[in-house]
């Protein structure tokens, strides 16, 4: 009985695994008929949507240093600027800092 009941449990556990790789390995195909309703004028057709998993974002993560780094060049770009066209010149500066960080990491 007990290894009846951990077969069953494995044998789950290998179907579930396939399932999700076979999600996995081929996107999803959607089918759609026209007309939709009877007694349409229409001809019939089939729309078919191939849809393909997108790939979850990139998650950046800046080290505390970084950070405040970023915070000090804001503060001292937004206090030196006299202009909006300074502040945004100045941000866009500290953001190209931030991402020579990141790449040197």
């Known amino acids: 009985m007990n290894k009846r009941y951990i077969s069953a449990i494995l044998l789950a556990a290998l ?3 396939g399932a999700a790789q076979a999600q996995n390995a081929a996107p999803a ?3 759609i008929q026209f007309p939709s309703r009877d007694g349409s004028l229409s001809p019939p057709s089939t729309l078919r949507m191939t849809v393909t998993p997108e790939s979850p974002p990139v998650v950046v993560r800046d080290t505390p240093e970084s ?3 970023f915070a000090r060049c ?3 770009s937004d206090r030196a600027a006299v202009s909006n066209a300074q502040m945004q010149a100045g941000l866009d500066a ?3 800092q931030l991402e020579q960080r990141r790449q040197q990491q």
């Open 74 to 76: 804001r503060q001292v």
């Open 15 to 17: 179907c579930g695994a």
């Open 29 to 31: 195909t959607q089918e």
């Open 94 to 96: 500290c953001m190209r």
């Open 67 to 69: 950070q405040a780094e």
